[in-house]
Nanobody
Framework: QVQLVESGGGSVQAGGSLRLSCAAS????????MGWFRQAPGKEREFVAA????????YYSDSVKGRFTISRDNAKNTVYLQMNSLKPEDTAVYYC???????????????????WGKGTQVTVYS
């Protein structure tokens, strides 16, 4: 059974930075693309970033491109989301997810991910 545990959330002033981590267990982590999604209060969950199983392919939503960086350390079974130049509109619960297909490509579609963490809260105040 796959377990994904996010950490690193918190409150930060606009313009600041946070680094989220997601520790995975239960399946060969290095074989699966990983994604980060977020859900703001009263809004649908949306795609943030994704990374291929080797780490070479990355994919970002337009709203975070140039500010956020996704990376992974397969030796540590961990995926990261470095968030810089944070804005109040980045306030949300952030979730990591594991793609449902081994050796699959990173994707922005939520239905291609079948395992999810419980999320970590990020609050950006002005």
């Amino acid at each position: 059974q796959v377990q994904l545990v996010e950490s690193g959330g918190g409150s930060v002033q606009a313009g600041g930075s946070l680094r989220l981590s997601c520790a995975a267990s239960g399946r060969t982590f290095s074989m699966y693309a990983m994604g980060w999604f977020r859900q703001a209060p009263g809004k649908e969950r949306e795609f943030v970033a994704a990374i291929g199983w080797r780490g070479g392919n990355t994919y970002y939503s337009d709203s975070v491109k140039g500010r956020f960086t996704i990376s992974r350390d397969n030796a540590k079974n961990t995926v990261y989301l470095q968030m810089n130049s944070l804005k109040p509109e980045d306030t949300a619960v952030y979730y990591c997810a594991q793609h449902r297909v081994g050796l699959g490509y990173p994707s922005s579609y939520q239905n291609e991910y079948d395992d999810w963490g419980k999320g970590t809260q990020v609050t950006v105040y002005s």
